[in-house]
């Protein structure tokens, strides 16, 4: 398990007043027909923020889907694309302790205290960025956020490793460090 993660489940009883556990009964007893409406659930009923109630949801699926197959599962078919994901969340790992890599069913939040980037295969060819950066100006790279609506405000295409360069990681550490 990510070392993030497990600080992450760890803090969970000091920093919402439940285990992880303790959040999986609370989740059982609803129902849910979609992830965000389970998150939404833990923000608004129980006042637990945007990262700890989303690591929640993750983790309390009731599939024994591991964070791995969550990941192998978005790139089957999609292999070519795997090396861009991985160097994505190498460069974000180097930002510091507190970036918590968050796998769901078709994409990765990448989380400080809020979630400051979204890693999506939306294509066979192409990785979807979304980062956020409001009232950063647009650019021909650095696109509104087109199908991630309000989570992101911005969206970077990426078919190439290559271009996981210094522009892109400047613009994933300027999200990174507004998400504090």
């Known amino acids: 398990m990510d070392k993030a993660l497990r600080t992450m489940i760890d803090n969970m009883p000091e920093k919402t007043g439940k285990s992880l556990e303790a959040w999986k009964e609370v989740l059982k007893s609803e129902f849910f027909s979609k992830h965000s409406e389970a998150v939404k659930f833990l923000k608004m009923e129980h006042g637990v923020t945007h990262g700890f109630a989303n690591t929640?949801?993750?983790?309390?699926?009731?599939?024994?889907?591991?964070?791995?197959?969550?990941?192998?599962?978005?790139?089957?078919?999609?292999?070519?694309?795997?090396?861009?994901?991985?160097?994505?969340?190498?460069?974000?790992?180097?930002?510091?302790?507190?970036?918590?890599?968050?796998?769901?069913?078709?994409?990765?939040?990448?989380?400080?205290k809020r979630q400051f980037a979204l890693i999506k295969p939306a294509t066979k060819t192409r990785i979807d960025l979304g980062l956020k950066l409001v009232g950063k100006d647009l650019t021909n790279r650095l696109e509104n956020s087109g199908p991630f609506g309000t989570m992101c405000s911005h969206r970077v295409q990426l078919a190439k490793i290559e271009q996981v360069d210094k522009e892109l990681n400047d613009w994933l550490k300027e999200a990174y460090e507004k998400a504090n």
Do not use: A, M
């Open 56 to 112: 929640i949801v993750t983790l309390s699926k009731d599939k024994n889907e591991s964070l791995d197959d969550l990941i192998n599962n978005q790139y089957q078919g999609k292999e070519n694309l795997r090396p861009i994901y991985e160097r994505l969340v190498e460069v974000v790992k180097k930002f510091g302790p507190d970036v918590i890599i968050t796998p769901k069913k078709g994409s990765v939040s990448i989380i400080r």
